[in-house]
């Protein structure tokens, strides 16, 4: 019965425009995580650029940062492949 | 220390912050011997889950809840997480000197905070062997999946946030060379190329990169966490335009609480009261007060809508949490966890002369602890009443549900057991200028 009652109270959901309905512009569902992450990711790369090539002026140590960076990223994206091999031994085969 | 008082003029007041790493009493080490016996069972636990498959746990589908506590875990310590580095951006952004001693503790929460995260979300996998499936198919899945989107920026928060961590604790670092010989090499590791030339431009660096991490919080915490739930339109309870704010403030005081904490069990343990004056709790508590009124405020604004008109579909998922099964869990949530302490917090405020040290972290423990219960009530009652036409489900975690919930926990508390233990949580640098 709470089933029945629920799906009736769903009927109000509506589909997303149809592009013949759309009177605008409209970012294809395909594509809302590129400009969902460019959103984010932009001013941070712009933040930590400033962070790097602000004053006062010392490369030495940006580089040192831009390096632990990296090394941070690529050891976390190992670690995922490390972490699934390790698992792919506890599974029953 | 000939190093140490060249570089940080150690005086008693330096030297009392090294406690923890010169010598541990008994306690430290039976209290780190019981969460490393926690670790273990919840390694057996999980060993069973991966075994036996998710059946062992009391998530269900279609009828019951496909997640459950392992997801308030993980939502828990995304919160946590924001947070923490959260107080220490603020404090290094706007200079809050008085309250340095405390910045490190957010930084060091983060970090041990995302990386509990992270393991909550691969643990409630079926199948964590293919996690590397991730990046994988990640071209084809960025455009349009939000759990993709979370995972790229909880890995540029992560990695962001440890080398925010690691460029400031570079100068105390090096100090440390000289008088703790055995951890030398680690320390000479991890403060490479470390010349004191450098601490203008790390001090500008931070600042820069406060601003980027503070970014980074309101978009993670206040949008693609939330968006994993808020967009999701067949799931009564969860869509809502609310759900980024109401994540965001509640990561924010979960946080706030958890630093009060941690810093009120250091200050009593290493006898700090000389560096974690009372005024550095009077202020983290009054700002815990308002936002965690602010998030009681939030509470009452979703369930007057979903009482007052919506879908029926709402209400009876408010009616569950105010007058059903979960009410048990969340009026005393409401008030002892919530209203109860940020009043207790808010009433020290206005009358300084009612201040108390341990009240402010006893109600900081309990906020903390509301909020755990609060990320369950989210994630959980939702998926109890399904749109579908099935009969309404229930949940119980099972054992090896709060085994593995309860080893998370203990591994997080015994990775800041360690850090205290190996690295300064005060930066050493900041009580030589006081």
Redesign the interface.
Known sequence: M?????????S??VSRATEAESTGFSIP??????V??G???T??VI??A???F???R?M???G??LV??GT??SA??VG??L???L??F???K | MATLTRRFGVNSETDGLLKPMEKSGRSFYLLGLFFLLMVGWFLYAWFLQLTQGLGVTSMRTPVGAAWGVYIAQFVFFVGLAHGGIAVAAAIRLLKLKSFSPVARMGEVITVISIMMAGLSIMIDMGRPDRIFNIVLFWPNRVGSSPLSWDVTVIIIYFTLSMSFLWLTMRKDLSGLVAKFPKMAPVYRLLSIGYHPDEDAKVDRMAWWLSIAICFLIVFLSGGVVPWIFGLLSSRPGWFSALAGPYFLTAAISSAIGAVIVAAGVLRSSYNWQDHLKPQVFKGLGTFLAVVTLFYVYMIFAEQLTMQYSSPISELLVSEILTTGAFAPLFWPMLVLGFIGPAFTLLAQAIRPQWFSLPRTVFAAGAIVIAFWVKRFLIVVPSLLRPLLPFPEGSYSPSWVEWSIVAGILAMAILLFMAFIKLFPIMELHDEEHK
């Open positions: 709470v089933g029945v009652l629920l799906q009736l109270a769903n109000g959901v569902a395909g594509y809302m995580g590129y969902v992450l959103l984010i990711v001013p941070v933040l930590v400033s962070a790097v602000g004053h006062p010392n030495r140590v940006p040192l940062f632990c960076l941070l990223i976390t994206v995922f492949g972490i699934g091999v698992l792919g506890v599974f029953p």
